[in-house]
């Protein structure tokens, strides 16, 4: 199985392509028109990246839209999950941060 996805000619199909490049040209305008962030040019790399060792995984020797959706998936799965921890990690340290700027009163108090 290792051996045949190391050597797999692999390609991605014009459709798949062209599909590809207007979802990700979608995805910018609105951002544009919602003030949000923009995806960039390497994580639509990424993206494809992940997409193509999906094919390749399935053993696919073309970029299907299957596994493009599948890698859209894994993404938006991947950013909730950083937000919620850089969310926690901003909230410890703020925790931290509180309880440093506390203890100097406690130990002049004492």
Known sequence: Y???????EFSVPKEVSDRISEEYAQMRRRAHESNERMVSQAELALAVTVAR?????????????????EACALEVCRAERNARFAAKNKAASEAAQ????????????N
């Open 98 to 109: 509180q309880q440093a700027d506390t203890e100097p009163e406690t130990k002049t108090q």
């Open 53 to 69: 060792l999906i094919s390749v995984s399935k053993g696919e020797a073309e970029l299907s839209w299957d596994s493009w959706t």
């Open 2 to 8: 290792l051996e045949m996805a190391r050597n797999l």
